[in-house]
């Protein structure tokens, strides 16, 4: 009898653990970017905990691997980064989380995969990834009155595609009036957004790439005259997991990465922007740094398709609310050095205007160029009068909460792009197909 007491004893002391271990966690674990043989990923805990990530390849005996052990800090939201580094190219892993010292078991599955060294060896790779802009998530005691988000289960939907990776491309949290001018208020908002249960099977096995735009920047609309710019830049790299932050030894969210033959260049339009009513400088967006790294960035890639991201529509020739246009002479800046340095294969991946369109520019004597505005996730979606923009491809606008799910697929030199809009629930809304041949 008095063995079995201890052994009761002592399994409700071990589950007891085990709870407490649980109740730490506060949000993730996360899949960051991914290599060929390093990938990031990202917890969060609710007070100080010692954290690691165990890793093996998928369905295999193998021994496992594991991460450096980091202590999670109130000074950092306890937030922590954890490199797997002992890995291959080209294969899936399973993982789990443990915190001090016991394993935090998920009712997901909990996977991430290296990019395949395809080079010099095979076709490029197929691969699928997501894209859209505009995740609003109701707090009512610092919301507007009338409530703003909704139609959360589109993450869940967007977890059912299983795209190999998603690209967040802005407003992904949408700072409020409490929240802006304090490192309390800006640490709760991204705490808030990123521990919702909606979010936490697409964290664990797809792999985030995120930039930023106003509302995770500071106040609606802001520029870089916003004081707290620095505070809001490093809560940035504590709750994303990208490959590198800023260019040239220069501040932001700025970064680059390929998946297979693809790049991506990954754009900071907030950091360096100018006021929009100010009148007695030169107005940009990016800035002339920025502007160069991308030119140089785009001469030197031979993808197929080269992605430019950021927050706000490119190519519409419509003024309304906040797009390049509205900067010109940095946009024409930028399409005529495209043009003059004969870059190939420019597309732009841009949100924030709470409705998706496709904008096509067709440009004498060489290919057009495309911009997939997509817009929003959860926010509210734009209920005006549809703008003008005569770039816009018939039959593209979307004025719903919806995503993106991107194809790529077909032999070397001859790739194929498929974009397709889905709403909250998975329906396809539309689809629109582009070969490389296209755009050269």
Not at 358 to 372: A, H, N, Q, V, W
Not at 380 to 401: D, H, L, P, T
């Amino acid at each position: 009898m008095k063995k079995f007491v201890l052994a009761l004893t002592m399994f409700q002391l071990f589950s007891s653990i085990l709870v407490a271990q649980a109740d730490l966690l506060r949000s993730g674990p996360m899949v960051g970017y991914s290599e060929m043989r390093e990938v990031m990923l990202w917890v969060q805990t609710n007070d100080e905990a010692d954290v690691k990530i165990a890793y093996w390849i998928k369905d295999s005996t193998t021994t496992k691997e594991y991460t450096d052990e980091v202590t999670t800090e109130k000074k950092s939201a306890f937030t922590a980064h954890l490199i797997a580094d002992v890995l291959e190219p080209g294969l899936t892993y399973e993982y789990e989380l443990i915190i001090n010292g016991n394993v935090v078991e998920r009712p997901y599955p909990l996977e991430f995969q290296t990019q395949v060294l395809w080079q010099w060896r095979t076709d490029p790779p197929n691969f699928s990834f997501a894209f859209g802009s505009g995740s609003f998530i109701n707090e009512e005691k610092y919301d507007r009155p009338k409530p703003y988000g909704g139609d959360y289960e589109i993450y869940e939907t967007i977890f059912n595609v299983h795209p190999d990776f998603m690209v967040w491309g802005g407003d992904n949290i949408y700072l409020r009036e409490a929240d802006f001018y304090s490192w309390t208020g800006i640490m709760h908002r991204n705490s808030f957004h990123r521990e919702q249960k909606y979010l936490q099977a697409l964290l664990g096995s797809i792999h985030h790439y995120a930039i930023w735009d106003d509302h995770d920047f500071g106040p609606d609309n802001s520029n870089r005259s916003f004081v707290h710019k620095e505070k809001t830049l490093e809560a940035f790299k504590l709750f994303w997991a990208n490959p590198t932050y800023g260019v040239n030894g220069n501040p932001g969210t700025t970064t680059y990465f390929e998946w297979g033959d693809v790049a991506f260049f990954m754009m900071d339009d907030r950091y360096y922007r100018t006021p929009n009513r100010r009148k007695t400088v030169d107005r940009e967006i990016f800035g002339e740094e920025q502007v160069e790294w991308l030119i140089d960035a785009l001469v030197k890639s031979k993808a197929p398709f080269k992605f430019i991201v950021t927050g706000n529509e490119f190519l519409t020739d419509n003024g309304y609310e906040e797009n390049h246009s509205n900067f010109s002479e940095e946009k024409e800046k930028v399409l005529a050095l495209i043009k003059e340095e004969g870059i190939k294969g420019v597309i732009f991946l841009t949100g924030d205007r709470h409705f998706s369109e496709l904008s096509k520019m067709e440009r004498e004597g060489t290919y057009p160029i495309y911009d997939f505005t997509v817009s929003p996730f959860t926010s509210g979606a734009n209920r005006r009068k549809i703008e003008n923009n005569s770039f816009r491809v018939e039959g593209s606008y979307i004025a719903k909460r919806n995503f993106a799910i991107f194809e790529l697929a077909g032999e070397r030199e001859n790739r194929q792009l498929q974009c397709t809009i889905y709403d909250k629930d998975g329906k396809k809304l539309w689809d629109y197909k582009i070969n490389e041949n296209e755009l050269k």
